[in-house]
């Protein structure tokens, strides 16, 4: 009869029955055969384990008084020491729980990459009541220094982070390269390099220092990079439509010649709606909107008023302002006013609100909200693509789509939208095929080509053409020949004539199609090189809003370089738990959002921007509403 197991050591452990092989729960040590008493000695030095369990396996009696925490209070320590049972109880604990220096190398550790990834102050650990609250926890254990947690523990987190980044990107074959600038709390230049395999990680944070950003430097560092995971497995480089960022990527192409340079999809699309923002009857009432938007918003009492109206009614929600370099965020603040229609009707009429007449005609007024409309329905088909491409999934097979989407619901739209004349509409429409143009490489149509769900099924002949060449030379810069699967593929013969690799297509991602299903075929080896591709910048611009949540006005004191270590952790960490924290949203501020950090590699975009207010709600000038539709009316007339 085989011998009873020892629960009490065999729980700390996994272990199954088809293998001999046993691995504490608490730090990964493996044993290649249950031995009780190896097991239980590592148990009691194992730095992970917990004390309690410690205790168990010392056979150290427990009593009610042992679960009970240390005193709060002096007084109540003082009542404690003077029972001598309490205190022998105490004396044996205090003993037996000694913290080892590995177990205490480990919660610095533990606590410092909380303080990093949380954005919390270093001197939290100075502050008394923390010091307080882990003094009662624990008595045993001593907080660290905050020059600890700044030097020490700061270098060996980012370095074991560093480490294990650097090792599994130097294992995947295809990797996408994204970098953009930025100025700091300090107005010091930086730049930020992401590397998607596809998933985004965050490599580097430079300070470029006296460095201007010009072409020639920005392609030396993108080189550098390129040289530290291996040049061969770079397929493209991607970052929004700064000459200099294209022209650096040129450069970079000249040395690497199988490179992609892209542009960031979401940025051409926030450019689109500034296209559309440019005409004067829209233009004349964003204007108007945002001025009503800031006159309610900035008066204390009015939007005091307005929130007390919304939570009556049960309609309505918190107004909106847009950003002054994120177009697509006007739609936003436009809708932000079109769902609280009610709300603001009945503040124009309150008897308590102290609104301008300029305010109150402009709500009460059919035309101010006939315009409101007339530019969501202008704006939204471009902004419903900005946030689904800005996002972290890897969607390059549906920017092909998404412009031909955005033409033809304009087109659908513009009957609709009063306010704009014939040359309105073609100017509209001329910007979209400019900005496709401007923006759409054979990587798009060779992705939407690939993409099961699709396979091309909408592309324009010479467009087909196109990403069949790119296919091909995609190929050969893999020394393989992919002729004969591309033919298959499309006609539907070989492997893709069995009706059960596309029965659940449209439930698959088209990665894991071809990695799941068609991992046999060559061509599947392109297919996820060009799938893998981001077709947006967005995860650079979400490293600086980390960036400066950290490096914030009342943290402005950080040296660069420590705030970078600390942003690399925290952006990374993020990623790497994003899925068992999907509530936490912080880091996903979109491309659309009003974000108040400097434009790309801190240089300003020269582009005409929509007009603001110049301050107090007292200063804003105001024009009637009617008098875009009467100046409508006469160009129209013309």
């Not at 990680?201 to 460095?211: C, D, E, M, P």
């Not at 204390?300 to 370099?325: D, F, H, N, R, Y």
């Not at 943290?555 to 370089?561: E, K, Q, S, V």
């Amino acid at each position: 009869m085989p011998r009873k197991k020892n629960t009490d050591v065999w729980e700390n452990y996994f272990h199954s029955a088809t293998s001999k092989t046993v691995k504490c729960k608490h730090c990964d040590k493996v044993y290649q055969f249950g031995n009780v008493s190896k097991m239980t000695s590592h148990l009691l030095k194992c730095y992970r384990c917990p004390t309690v369990i410690k205790n168990k396996l010392q056979k150290i009696p427990v009593t009610s008084t042992t679960a009970t925490n240390l005193p709060l209070q002096e007084e109540s320590h003082h009542e404690l020491s003077q029972d001598k049972s309490l205190t022998d109880t105490i004396s044996i604990i205090t003993t037996s729980s000694e913290i080892s220096t590995e177990r205490k190398l480990y919660l610095d550790q533990l606590l410092s990459k909380a303080i990093f990834v949380s954005g919390s102050p270093l001197s939290i650990v100075e502050h008394p009541l923390w010091v307080r609250f882990f003094d009662n926890l624990q008595p045993l254990y001593k907080l660290p220094s905050r020059k600890a947690i700044s030097t020490t523990h700061l270098e060996t987190i980012y370095n074991e982070m560093v480490n294990e980044i650097t090792d599994e990107l130097k294992s995947i074959n295809d990797l996408h390269l994204q970098c953009d600038g930025w100025s700091n709390q300090r107005n010091e230049g930086i730049i930020n390099f992401i590397i998607a395999k596809p998933e985004p990680v965050f490599i580097k944070s430079l300070n470029t220092l006296t460095n201007r950003h010009t072409s020639q430097y920005v392609s030396q560092e993108i080189i550098k990079v390129i040289k530290v995971y291996g040049g061969h497995k770079f397929v493209t480089l991607i970052g929004d439509n700064a000459n200099n960022i294209q022209r650096a990527f040129q450069i970079v192409k000249n040395s690497y010649a199988h490179i992609i340079p892209l542009r960031c999809v979401a940025h051409t699309l926030n450019l689109l709606c500034e296209d559309c923002l440019k005409l004067e009857p829209i233009n004349a009432f964003i204007s108007i909107a945002t001025d009503t938007i800031k006159a309610i918003k900035r008066n204390q009492s009015m939007s005091a008023l307005l929130a007390q109206i919304v939570k009556e009614k049960g309609s309505g929600e918190t107004l909106k302002l847009p950003g002054k370099t994120r177009w697509g965020s006007y739609c936003t603040a436009l809708k932000s006013l079109k769902k609280s229609k009610v709300a603001l009707q009945t503040l124009a009429v309150h008897e308590d609100a102290t609104i301008l007449d300029e305010i109150k005609s402009n709500l009460l007024d059919l035309n101010f909200w006939t315009m409101v409309e007339n530019c969501i329905k202008l704006l939204e088909p471009i902004t419903d693509k900005i946030f689904k491409l800005e996002g972290n999934e890897i969607l390059i097979n549906e920017v092909y789509m998404a412009f031909k989407d955005i033409k033809s619901t304009l087109n659908f739209a513009f009957p609709d939208i009063s306010v704009l004349n014939e040359h309105h509409k073609q100017h509209i429409t001329n910007a979209v095929i400019r900005r496709a143009d401007n923006c759409l490489k054979p990587i798009h149509y060779a992705a939407y080509l690939l993409d099961p769900r699709s396979q091309g099924i909408e592309l324009e002949e010479e467009h087909e053409v196109d990403a069949m060449e790119f296919i091909h030379d995609v190929s050969q810069s893999l020394n393989i020949d992919v002729g004969v699967d591309l033919a298959n593929y499309r006609a539907k013969q070989g492997l893709w004539s069995r009706p059960f690799i596309w029965k659940n297509v449209a439930e698959i991602d088209p990665v894991v199609w071809w990695r799941g299903l068609c991992k046999s075929k060559l061509l599947s080896r392109v297919a996820v090189r060009i799938l893998t591709a981001p077709c947006t910048s967005a995860a650079t611009e979400r490293s600086f809003s980390t960036h400066a949540h950290i490096h914030s006005h009342k943290r402005n004191r950080l040296t660069t370089d420590r705030a970078a270590k600390i942003a690399f952790i925290s952006y990374n960490w993020n990623l790497l738990h994003k899925h068992k924290n999907d509530d936490n949203d912080d880091d996903d501020e979109s491309l659309s959002t009003p974000r108040q950090l400097s434009s790309p590699l801190g240089s300003p975009i020269n582009e005409e921007q929509p007009s603001t207010s110049r301050g107090y709600t007292q200063e804003i000038e105001f024009c009637n509403i009617n008098n875009i539709f009467n100046d409508y009316d006469s160009s129209d007339s013309d």
